[in-house]
């Protein structure tokens, strides 16, 4: 699914390609959805359990081998082409274009490319979704150099490049989940992943009764890559200090509810608060698949709101704005889930809802919040969407028609 307006997207991508490079003809062009965290997020450093989605707003790279090492992109945050050599991929202060160098740079130093190329990159993913937006764009170029050199990559590959890469740029808030969504995500259908065994479940859902809205308050989170690394801090002293009464946990996915309440009074307060949430995010994670497999959405709901709860109260990540809103969003009827977006560089939240209570809902909430803030709430109402998509030359052709 390419989502409203998408057709237009591809086009309107395509005829700036033409006007900036010229003919088309020999390049590729892939589509890459967002992805966003259900259940399970801030237990990937510690080999959680996920339950994701990918939705219908998406990254749109179309690229065209050059004969010489030279590398042309024409990217969303700016109005003049970004111009570098094969040979000379250091960083830019544009987190976007540094990561995108970043893979180049991956990419050459394994002798995997001979040539540059000539690329135009837009989007239609909000902000606020932050690392899925990320894992997006990655995975929308890593897919499409692939095709475009023919190269011996195949999708594991593929997420390994792209871990290695954001592990050096945005360090270790990265969530190799969303990478695994992204790449893998099929029509209609929720994504199990468990980041242990590095396997995945694709989970049918009735995509016609459930929509997703985002909240997005447009407000900026100061440096919210510090409070995330923090927290990933204090779970590795919550790791060290339980591992002294128990030989062989390695990580938080080592540790089960009931020994951890046996053990609270051997770890700080905060840092038994941080484990906790884990813990629990992880339990609720298993106990989400059951529910999905028998369609109780609503109690798949309720677990996503309690998610929020915790994260708010024991992992302290929480904001004002983002408890109001997910408060809200429980007493609006056909609202099934509401919850903060993590790693987010925007305050938002993401809603299930049943499709035909949306209107109603988008309007309720957004009365709501701007009586409460004075301010403006933009919402976006999305459909669940396949992972990374190439667009063939017939297709091109429809879309043109």
């Given at each position: 699914?390419i989502g409203?307006?998408?057709?237009?997207d591809?086009?309107?991508t395509v005829e700036l390609?033409?006007?900036?490079?010229?003919?088309?003809?020999?390049?590729?062009l892939?589509?890459?959805?967002?992805s966003?965290?259900?259940?399970?997020?801030h237990?990937h450093?510690?080999?959680?359990i996920?339950?994701?989605a990918c939705v219908d707003r998406h990254?749109?790279?179309?690229?065209?081998?050059r004969?010489d090492?030279?590398?042309?992109?024409?990217?969303p945050d700016?109005?003049?082409i970004?111009n570098f050599s094969?040979?000379n991929?250091?960083g830019?202060?544009k987190?976007?274009r540094?990561l995108?160098?970043?893979l180049?740079?991956?990419?050459?130093?394994?002798n995997r490319?001979?040539?540059g190329?000539?690329?135009v990159v837009?989007?239609t993913?909000p902000e606020?979704?932050?690392?899925?937006?990320?894992?997006a764009?990655?995975?929308?170029?890593?897919?499409a150099i692939?095709?475009?050199?023919?190269?011996?990559?195949?999708?594991r590959?593929?997420?390994?490049?792209?871990r290695?890469?954001?592990l050096?740029?945005?360090g270790?808030i990265?969530?190799?989940?969303?990478?695994h969504?992204a790449?893998?995500?099929r029509e209609?259908k929720?994504?199990?992943i468990?980041?242990k065994?590095?396997?995945h479940k694709?989970?049918p859902?009735d995509?016609?009764?459930?929509?997703?809205?985002i909240c997005?308050t447009g407000r900026?989170i100061s440096d919210?890559?510090k409070?995330c690394?923090?927290r990933?801090?204090?779970?590795e002293?919550?790791?060290?200090?339980?591992?002294l009464?128990?030989w062989?946990?390695k990580?938080?996915?080592?540790?089960?509810?009931d020994?951890?309440?046996?053990?609270y009074?051997?770890?700080?307060k905060?840092?038994?608060?941080?484990v906790?949430?884990?813990?629990k995010?992880?339990?609720?994670a298993e106990?989400a698949?059951?529910?999905l497999?028998?369609?109780?959405y609503?109690e798949?709901?309720?677990?996503?709101?309690?998610?929020?709860k915790n994260l708010?109260?024991?992992?302290?990540?929480s904001?004002?704005?983002?408890?109001?809103?997910v408060?809200?969003?429980?007493?609006?009827?056909?609202?099934l889930a509401?919850?903060?977006?993590?790693?987010?560089?925007i305050l938002?939240t993401?809603?299930l809802?049943?499709?035909?209570?949306?209107?109603?809902?988008?309007?309720?909430?957004q009365?709501a919040y701007e009586k409460?803030?004075n301010?403006r709430?933009?919402?976006?109402?999305?459909?669940?969407s396949g992972?990374?998509?190439?667009?063939?030359?017939k297709?091109?052709?429809?879309?043109?028609q």
């Amino acid at each position: 699914m390419i989502g409203t307006g998408g057709n237009q997207d591809i086009v309107r991508t395509v005829e700036l390609f033409h006007n900036v490079f010229g003919n088309s003809s020999g390049s590729v062009l892939h589509l890459s959805p967002a992805s966003l965290i259900l259940l399970g997020d801030h237990t990937h450093y510690n080999e959680g359990i996920l339950i994701s989605a990918c939705v219908d707003r998406h990254w749109i790279f179309i690229m065209k081998k050059r004969k010489d090492k030279e590398i042309n992109i024409l990217t969303p945050d700016s109005n003049e082409i970004v111009n570098f050599s094969l040979l000379n991929t250091d960083g830019d202060n544009k987190e976007q274009r540094k990561l995108l160098k970043g893979l180049i740079g991956l990419l050459n130093g394994e002798n995997r490319l001979v040539n540059g190329f000539d690329c135009v990159v837009s989007t239609t993913v909000p902000e606020c979704m932050g690392l899925g937006s990320y894992a997006a764009y990655q995975v929308g170029f890593m897919n499409a150099i692939k095709k475009l050199y023919s190269l011996d990559l195949d999708e594991r590959g593929i997420l390994d490049i792209i871990r290695r890469n954001e592990l050096k740029i945005i360090g270790r808030i990265s969530n190799a989940g969303h990478h695994h969504t992204a790449q893998f995500a099929r029509e209609k259908k929720l994504l199990y992943i468990d980041l242990k065994t590095m396997e995945h479940k694709t989970i049918p859902v009735d995509d016609e009764y459930l929509s997703l809205v985002i909240c997005d308050t447009g407000r900026e989170i100061s440096d919210p890559v510090k409070v995330c690394n923090e927290r990933i801090d204090e779970c590795e002293i919550g790791v060290k200090g339980l591992r002294l009464y128990i030989w062989g946990i390695k990580t938080l996915r080592d540790v089960g509810k009931d020994f951890l309440l046996k053990h609270y009074h051997m770890l700080p307060k905060r840092i038994f608060s941080r484990v906790l949430y884990n813990v629990k995010e992880r339990a609720r994670a298993e106990e989400a698949l059951k529910l999905l497999k028998k369609k109780s959405y609503a109690e798949f709901g309720a677990l996503i709101f309690e998610s929020h709860k915790n994260l708010s109260e024991d992992y302290e990540i929480s904001s004002d704005q983002c408890d109001f809103l997910v408060g809200q969003a429980g007493v609006i009827e056909g609202v099934l889930a509401a919850k903060m977006i993590s790693c987010s560089p925007i305050l938002s939240t993401f809603n299930l809802v049943v499709t035909g209570e949306v209107a109603k809902f988008t309007s309720r909430i957004q009365k709501a919040y701007e009586k409460r803030y004075n301010s403006r709430l933009k919402t976006h109402v999305l459909k669940l969407s396949g992972g990374v998509k190439k667009i063939s030359a017939k297709e091109l052709e429809f879309h043109f028609q």
